[in-house]
T-cell receptor, first 116, second 113 residues
Framework: AQKITQTQPGMFVQEKEAVTLDCTYD???????LFWYKQPSSGEMIFLIYQGSYDEQNATEGRYSLNFQKARKSANLVISASQLGDSAMYFCAMSPGGAGSYQLTFGKGTKLSVIP | NAGVTQTPKFQVLKTGQSMTLQCAQD?????MSWYRQDPGMGLRLIHYSVGAGITDQGEVPNGYNVSRSTTEDFPLRLLSAAPSQTSVYFC????????????FGAGTRLSVL
């Protein structure tokens, strides 16, 4: 079974500052994928970034980067130069690796508030 | 660029009523799924489909039925709604087989009284 833990129910960050959202995971699989999704107040789920367990480089997508520490089983999301539009819920998720993998297991989320 | 479209956006039901939540995607994705989101929790998988005519249960399937007659559509049926099914429902579809990156619809907020 897979488990995702997000220990920060809420976070505040000053506009233009960087912020790190924590995510730890537990799995016995050797191959897996890690994901971050953003859910603004409007409710939709927006895919942000993906990291494969065998990827040697940390994933980056614009202002988003994933700090992947495999030995510590952590997959923290780093948002650089925060903007007011970054205020939202952020969910970490994981999936078993391989072509037959379908289910995403989600954490409970972190609510990020960006302060002007 | 419709992506994944869910209807309705909001619905109120009485206990025991039935209804179907609609989900359609125009990206020719083979894989589609339904999740529910309850307060203070992440999303949990209800049912999924790997292609037309093929469906399977996820983590919380009880009280829900699905079918997949076409690649584009994946409706979720509540046969006899219960207050415990009050939730926000998300439909998702997947493009890349290897990475399991799923793209979500805007959600349906369902209240069962």
């Amino acid at each position: 079974a897979q488990k995702i833990t997000q220990t920060q129910p809420g976070m505040f960050v000053q506009e233009k500052e960087a912020v790190t959202l924590d995510c730890t995971y537990d799995t016995s699989d050797q191959s897996y994928g890690l994901f971050w999704y953003k859910q603004p107040s409007s409710g939709e789920m927006i895919f942000l970034i993906y990291q494969g367990s065998y990827d040697e480089q940390n994933a980056t997508e614009g202002r988003y980067s994933l700090n992947f520490q495999k030995a510590r089983k952590s997959a923290n999301l780093v948002i650089s130069a925060s903007q007011l539009g970054d205020s939202a819920m952020y969910f970490c998720a994981m999936s078993p690796g391989g072509a037959g993998s379908y289910q995403l297991t989600f954490g409970k989320g972190t609510k990020l508030s960006v302060i002007p | 660029n419709a992506g994944v479209t869910q209807t309705p956006k909001f619905q109120v039901l009485k206990t025991g009523q039935s209804m179907t939540l609609q989900c359609a995607q125009d990206m020719n994705h083979e894989y589609m799924s339904w999740y529910r989101q309850d307060p203070g929790m992440g999303l949990r998988l209800i049912h999924y489909s790997v292609g037309a005519g093929i469906t399977d249960q996820g983590e919380v399937p009880n009280g829900y039925n699905v079918s997949r007659s076409t690649t584009e559509d994946f409706p979720l049926r509540l046969l006899s709604a219960a207050p415990s099914q009050t939730s926000v429902y998300f439909c998702a579809s997947r493009l890349t087989l290897a990475k399991n990156i799923q793209y979500f619809g805007a959600g349906t907020r369902l209240s069962v009284l």
